[in-house]
């Protein structure tokens, strides 16, 4: 069986700081790894995605994650934060033969000024 | 845009009603998910579904009931809802061949 472990269940960082939401994932296969945001009061929007191929994944508004088989991990950075980034934030693992996704608690990111 | 739609986007019902939830593709994908979302649990999977006709329960399934009669349309039924009931509901749509998901804008509801 998948799990899925977001270590922090808040992180409040300041305005244009560094920040790293943490992930990880126990399974037995070959894993897809996501993270969607949550924006206040919307559904949650696929931010990036890791299904095979090159290990460090983009999103378009500066966020990227990497998947490290070794450790378990699909960590998700961003050098520096804007206050348009506060949302919650989900880890998702899905593999071969599972179509289901099975998705982590959720990190609320808060930037404070 | 996203080709999914949740009705209604808001719901106060009174405890013992039995209340559906309504998902709407026009995606044409294959399976649909619901889930709850609310504080400290993240998202939960209540029901999905693979094909027409074809559901099956997910983790937190009692009190709930799904119906699939047409590729597009995915119901949510709250037999008789109850106040452990109120919560914000998702529906999420997703491709065969794909493993991502495309979710919708959510039902709050409320059980008073």
């Known amino acids: 069986a998948q799990s899925v472990t977001q270590l922090d269940s808040q992180v409040p960082v300041f305005e244009e700081a560094p920040v790293e939401l943490r992930c990880n994932y126990s399974?037995?296969?070959?894993?897809?790894l996501f993270w969607y945001v949550q924006y206040p009061n919307q559904g949650l929007q696929l931010l990036l995605k890791?299904?095979?191929?090159?290990?460090l994944v983009e999103s378009i508004n500066g966020f990227e994650a990497e998947f490290n088989k070794s450790q378990t991990s699909f960590h998700l950075r961003k050098p520096s934060v804007h206050i348009s980034d506060t949302a919650e934030y989900f880890c998702?693992?899905?593999?071969?033969?599972?179509?289901?996704?099975?998705f982590g608690q959720g990190t609320r990111l808060t930037i404070n000024p | 845009d996203a080709g999914i739609t949740q009705s209604p986007r808001h719901k106060v019902t009174e405890t013992g009603t039995p209340v559906t939830l309504r998902c709407h593709q026009t995606?044409?994908?294959?399976?649909m998910y619901w889930y709850r979302q609310d504080p400290g649990h993240g998202l939960r999977l209540i029901h999905y579904s693979y094909g027409v006709k074809d559901t099956d329960k997910g983790e937190v399934s009692d009190g709930y009931s799904v119906s699939r009669s047409k590729t597009e349309d995915f119901l949510l039924t709250l037999e008789s809802a109850t106040s452990s009931q109120t919560s914000v509901y998702f529906c999420?749509?997703?491709?065969?061949?794909?493993?991502?998901?495309?979710f919708g804008s959510g039902t709050r509801l409320t059980v008073v």
């Open positions: 998702a693992v899905g593999s071969q033969g599972a179509q289901k996704l099975v």
């Open positions: 890791y299904l095979s191929g090159s290990t």
């Open positions: 999420a749509i997703q491709a065969s061949g794909d493993y991502g998901y495309t």
């Open positions: 995606e044409n994908h294959r399976y």
């Open positions: 399974s037995s296969v070959s894993v897809y």
